[in-house]
């Protein structure tokens, strides 16, 4: 498998199937582990990162879950594949920023599995952040990879741990199980009644963060939402799952509640909508991605109610992805500029839809 | 900035004592670079914390390094990360008080590694065995004091297990 072969495909998550899909676009569950007596990425030299590379690969190759995975160092790759990793949610803005730190980032890499549902990004803030992406509402399933990857790496690659703290990591933020679970929730109808911000003060309240599509410092685009927990020290890994389980499940019934309640008010009103954003992505010849994401979401909301049934979400949610820059050039293979992209991306809406 | 937009992020900038105001819309403060806007501003709130947590302490911890990996207490207050796992030992009175502040507990309760798994000498593993079962459960113990809010039995419990800790002075998972 090489980065190219990505591209025809889409990951896992993005299949469209799973429990509550119709809400829940996807389930992720994060580890992050760090090797004992190797100071951090951010603090050690180029020798202690790269043996951090050597030991995770030496783990990777005895692992059978790991098996035919790719591993990518980060500097090895061009911005445009950098960007594309970042747009399939397999490593993170801050693993991709090449430049900014360049003295850190010499052996960052990241390390793809099959139909990318596991992936590890190496030296990131931590050693390993282990990640499982999984489609729909599906925790459970993606705790049970997981876990049963770390415990075959755990023994390769012995982590800094302490009985009193757990897991040793570089933020003190994240110590204790290592654990971050989100799930990435489409709202729309509860952003079009008005509901959105009340719904999201009592997430937080109850000891949950809401982000937006890219993670950290990134903002809600397309009414996605995704909602993970805050706190890694003095709950378990279940207790954090369930509590995060429990919360979305409220969170969907608002969504449901709010999308029948528009559907018995308004449903002219709600149908001209989706109707009218699928009508744009179908004749579009210019379109730029935040125009493309926000009616996306229209048309997505309209598969999900059976208010569009000639459509796949499949589809819908593999658009999602293929309109991004890096995606869009990488489908094209050349760079392509803004103005080009537009038209690119208006070009493969149009065929597709 | 691009006179296009309206701005919504507005920033102040001071340099050499001169402050300059930014008025930014969304895509030009996202160009402009937020991740150091938000790497800073977590180190800062870490610091704050870091600060407030230590006040009480005696003498500036500032100067305390790690035998590891040599970073300083006063590293770690400004940039917001320790430097290696033992730092975590190093900086431990000054740690619990924050950790206590972001996680509302300084008791971790999930997994752990498992022990002698790893190819540890036999005997060693006999020796640690039976201090780290008694270890975990006066650790069980003292979560449920803290939660009931008994106080007195939750230090007598810690004295307990710090004790059991300090004896073979051993870290607990095997290389």
């Given at each position: 498998m090489t980065l190219d072969d990505l591209i025809r495909e889409t990951g896992e998550?993005?299949?469209?199937?799973?429990?509550?899909e119709e809400i829940v676009m996807s389930s992720r569950i994060r580890l992050a582990r760090n090797l004992q007596e190797v100071p951090f990425p951010h603090w050690g030299s180029p020798r202690d990162r790269a043996e951090v590379l050597a030991r995770v690969e030496e783990g990777v190759k005895g692992s059978k879950f790991l098996k035919g995975s790719l591993i990518l160092k980060i500097s090895e790759l061009s911005e445009l594949d950098r960007q594309f990793l970042v747009e399939r949610h397999l490593i993170s803005r801050e693993h991709a920023s090449?430049?900014?730190k360049a003295a850190a980032s010499d052996e960052k890499a990241v390390v793809v599995s099959d139909r990318e549902i596991i992936s590890i990004m190496v030296n990131e803030e931590d050693h390993l952040r282990l990640q499982v992406l999984q489609s729909g509402f599906n925790l459970q399933e993606a705790w049970s990879v997981l876990s049963q990857i770390d415990a075959e790496l755990e023994p390769v690659l012995s982590y800094a741990f302490l009985p009193e703290w757990g897991y040793l990591t570089a933020c003190p933020t994240n110590v204790g199980t290592g654990m971050r679970a989100s799930c990435m929730l489409h709202l729309p109808c509860l952003v079009m009644t008005k509901q959105i911000n009340r719904v999201l003060h009592a997430i937080t309240k109850l000891g949950l963060t809401a982000r937006g599509l890219y993670g950290e410092g990134t903002e809600a685009t397309g009414n996605f939402f995704q909602l993970s927990n805050q706190?890694?020290?003095?709950?378990s890994e279940e207790e954090i799952l369930d509590n995060l389980e429990r919360l979305i499940k409220q969170v969907i019934e608002q969504e449901e509640a709010a999308r029948k309640a528009l559907l018995n008010q308004s449903r002219e009103g709600l149908e001209d909508r989706i109707w009218r954003a699928h009508g744009t992505l179908k004749s579009a010849h210019l379109i730029t991605s935040n125009e493309t994401v926000e009616l996306l979401s229209l048309v997505r909301l309209g598969v999900d109610m059976g208010l569009l049934s000639t459509l796949e979400r499949a589809l819908v949610n593999r658009l999602f992805i293929q309109t991004q820059p890096a995606h869009l050039q990488k489908l094209e293979g050349r760079p392509l500029s803004p103005s080009e992209r537009d038209a690119r991306r208006a070009k493969l809406l149009r065929e597709s839809l | 900035m691009c006179g296009k937009k309206e701005a919504t992020v507005h920033l102040t900038e001071i340099v050499n004592e001169e402050s300059r105001e930014l008025h930014l819309c969304e895509s030009c403060a996202r160009e402009k670079g937020p991740p150091e806007i938000q790497d800073f501003a977590l180190a800062g709130l870490l610091a704050g914390l870091a600060d407030f947590g230590t006040k009480l302490e005696e003498g500036a911890p500032g100067r305390l390094a790690c035998p590891r990996c040599k970073m300083t207490y006063e590293d770690f207050r400004k940039g917001?990360?320790?430097?290696?796992?033992?730092c975590y030992e190093t900086f431990h009175r000054y740690l619990a008080p924050l950790l206590k502040r972001i996680h509302g507990s300084t008791q971790h309760v999930g997994k752990r590694p498992e022990f002698g798994k790893a190819s540890a000498p036999a005997e060693e593993a006999k020796g640690a065995e039976a201090p780290v079962e008694e270890l975990s459960r006066l650790k069980e113990q003292l979560a449920k004091a803290v939660a009931s809010e008994q106080f007195e039995e939750a230090t007598r419990l810690r004295d307990q297990i710090r004790a059991l800790e300090a004896k073979p002075r051993k870290r607990t998972t095997k290389g």
């Amino acid at each position: 498998m090489t980065l190219d072969d990505l591209i025809r495909e889409t990951g896992e998550w993005l299949r469209g199937k799973g429990p509550k899909e119709e809400i829940v676009m996807s389930s992720r569950i994060r580890l992050a582990r760090n090797l004992q007596e190797v100071p951090f990425p951010h603090w050690g030299s180029p020798r202690d990162r790269a043996e951090v590379l050597a030991r995770v690969e030496e783990g990777v190759k005895g692992s059978k879950f790991l098996k035919g995975s790719l591993i990518l160092k980060i500097s090895e790759l061009s911005e445009l594949d950098r960007q594309f990793l970042v747009e399939r949610h397999l490593i993170s803005r801050e693993h991709a920023s090449h430049a900014a730190k360049a003295a850190a980032s010499d052996e960052k890499a990241v390390v793809v599995s099959d139909r990318e549902i596991i992936s590890i990004m190496v030296n990131e803030e931590d050693h390993l952040r282990l990640q499982v992406l999984q489609s729909g509402f599906n925790l459970q399933e993606a705790w049970s990879v997981l876990s049963q990857i770390d415990a075959e790496l755990e023994p390769v690659l012995s982590y800094a741990f302490l009985p009193e703290w757990g897991y040793l990591t570089a933020c003190p933020t994240n110590v204790g199980t290592g654990m971050r679970a989100s799930c990435m929730l489409h709202l729309p109808c509860l952003v079009m009644t008005k509901q959105i911000n009340r719904v999201l003060h009592a997430i937080t309240k109850l000891g949950l963060t809401a982000r937006g599509l890219y993670g950290e410092g990134t903002e809600a685009t397309g009414n996605f939402f995704q909602l993970s927990n805050q706190v890694s020290l003095g709950v378990s890994e279940e207790e954090i799952l369930d509590n995060l389980e429990r919360l979305i499940k409220q969170v969907i019934e608002q969504e449901e509640a709010a999308r029948k309640a528009l559907l018995n008010q308004s449903r002219e009103g709600l149908e001209d909508r989706i109707w009218r954003a699928h009508g744009t992505l179908k004749s579009a010849h210019l379109i730029t991605s935040n125009e493309t994401v926000e009616l996306l979401s229209l048309v997505r909301l309209g598969v999900d109610m059976g208010l569009l049934s000639t459509l796949e979400r499949a589809l819908v949610n593999r658009l999602f992805i293929q309109t991004q820059p890096a995606h869009l050039q990488k489908l094209e293979g050349r760079p392509l500029s803004p103005s080009e992209r537009d038209a690119r991306r208006a070009k493969l809406l149009r065929e597709s839809l | 900035m691009c006179g296009k937009k309206e701005a919504t992020v507005h920033l102040t900038e001071i340099v050499n004592e001169e402050s300059r105001e930014l008025h930014l819309c969304e895509s030009c403060a996202r160009e402009k670079g937020p991740p150091e806007i938000q790497d800073f501003a977590l180190a800062g709130l870490l610091a704050g914390l870091a600060d407030f947590g230590t006040k009480l302490e005696e003498g500036a911890p500032g100067r305390l390094a790690c035998p590891r990996c040599k970073m300083t207490y006063e590293d770690f207050r400004k940039g917001g990360r320790l430097g290696c796992g033992r730092c975590y030992e190093t900086f431990h009175r000054y740690l619990a008080p924050l950790l206590k502040r972001i996680h509302g507990s300084t008791q971790h309760v999930g997994k752990r590694p498992e022990f002698g798994k790893a190819s540890a000498p036999a005997e060693e593993a006999k020796g640690a065995e039976a201090p780290v079962e008694e270890l975990s459960r006066l650790k069980e113990q003292l979560a449920k004091a803290v939660a009931s809010e008994q106080f007195e039995e939750a230090t007598r419990l810690r004295d307990q297990i710090r004790a059991l800790e300090a004896k073979p002075r051993k870290r607990t998972t095997k290389g």
